[in-house]
């Protein structure tokens, strides 16, 4: 079976760093992926990992374990525009490419 | 820069009614898929479309959805006979292929079934 989890809400302060895990378990594994989604919108895209290790993309990094079934996202110096839902996604190939997402972290930052 | 679009943004429609969600993908890309997000849950699978025919379907794609891209650059999701809980977002997305990494989102139709 297909099963993401991630925390459902985490709180943190403006200018601080905040990881929002993700675990998977899924079979085709092609890719785990992290979109951010604000209220009424579209989620957009904001890492992909498909080989272990550590992807940086300016203030936002995101890590894989694939034997551990484990991603996370770091995001620096958060801003107040940081506060949205963050969505943990994997790709699986099964004759297509297919996204299961996660239920998402909802992120407040307060000043 | 290219994007996804979908029309239209907002659809009220009565229980039992058929409705019709628009969506142009980027010219170029090969892939494509409706998700549905009913209000404070997640992002759900419905359909992945692929050379002109549907590549996987999930369990709540029954036989009240349909799917087309009629002209080579709509593509649309067919609901038959609408029930209350179709009520939700739908995103289409588009992927060029799957060495580009990045899905591309439209900005979603509300659909309402009173």
């Known amino acids: 079976g297909q099963n993401i989890d991630q925390p459902t809400e985490m709180t943190a302060t403006e200018g601080a760093i905040v990881q929002i895990n993700c675990t998977y378990q899924t079979s085709g594994f092609n890719g785990l992926f992290w979109y951010q989604q604000h209220a009424g919108e579209a989620p957009t895209f904001l890492s992909y990992n498909v080989l272990d290790g550590l992807e940086e993309k300016g203030r936002f990094s995101s890590f894989l374990s694939r034997s551990k079934g484990y991603s996370y996202l770091l995001l620096k110096e958060l801003q107040m525009k940081d506060s949205a839902s963050y969505l943990c996604?994997?790709?699986?190939?099964?004759?297509?490419?297919?996204?299961?997402f996660g239920t998402g972290t909802r992120l407040k930052v307060l000043a | 820069e290219p994007e996804v679009t979908q029309t239209p943004s907002h659809q009220v429609t009565q229980m039992g009614q058929e409705v019709i969600l628009r969506c142009v993908p980027i010219?170029?890309?090969?892939?494509f898929y409706w998700y549905r997000q009913i209000l404070g849950q997640k992002v759900e699978f419905l359909v992945s479309?692929?050379?002109?025919?549907?590549?996987?379907k999930s369990e709540i794609f029954d036989d009240q959805f349909s799917v087309e891209r009629p002209d080579g650059s709509n593509f649309t999701l067919k609901i038959r006979s609408t029930k209350l809980e179709d009520s939700a977002m739908y995103f289409c997305a588009s992927l060029r292929d799957p060495t580009y990494n990045e899905q591309f989102f439209g900005p979603g139709t509300r659909l309402t079934v009173l």
């Open positions: 479309f692929y050379n002109n025919e549907i590549s996987e």
């Open positions: 010219s170029n890309h090969l892939y």
């Open positions: 996604a994997v790709r699986r190939t099964s004759g297509t490419y297919k996204y299961i």
